[in-house]
Nanobody, 123 residues
Framework: QVQLVESGGGLVQAGGSLRLSCAAS????????MGWFRQAPGKEREFVAS???????YYRDAVKGRFTISRDNAKNAVHLHMNNLKPEDTAVYYC?????????????????WGQGTQVTVSS
């Protein structure tokens, strides 16, 4: 059974930093795209960042220059380093891993999902 377990969420003041981690088990994702999505109250889930099997990275414009995604294939894990956090970053953050795509990860691809971790940024 595949599981993605997120950790590292919490409450932080604007301008602060958090590091989210996602540990995968049940299968190896070294050949798959992995990444992060978020969902704020009353809004649809949106793409945040992803990394391909080869380490190429992709970000939504709103987080470019502030967030950094990285993967550790040896540990079957993916991390999201979030700096200069803003109140609009407040959301539940979900880890995702593609079931088939080595490069792309979107809300339309067939993914495994974690349970989510809350990130709250106070102003």
């Amino acid at each position: 059974q595949v599981q993605l377990v997120e950790s590292g969420g919490g409450l932080v003041q604007a301008g602060g930093s958090l590091r989210l981690s996602c540990a995968a088990s049940g299968r190896t994702f070294s050949s798959s795209a992995m990444g992060w999505f978020r969902q704020a109250p009353g809004k649809e889930r949106e793409f945040v960042a992803s990394t391909s099997y080869s380490g190429s990275t992709y970000y939504r414009d709103a987080v470019k220059g502030r967030f950094t995604i990285s993967r550790d294939n040896a540990k079957n894990a993916v991390h999201l380093h979030m700096n200069n956090l803003k109140p609009e970053d407040t959301a539940v953050y979900y880890c995702a891993a593609s079931k088939a795509s080595p490069v792309f990860l979107t809300t339309f691809t067939d993914n495994y999902w974690g349970q989510g971790t809350q990130v709250t940024v106070s102003s």
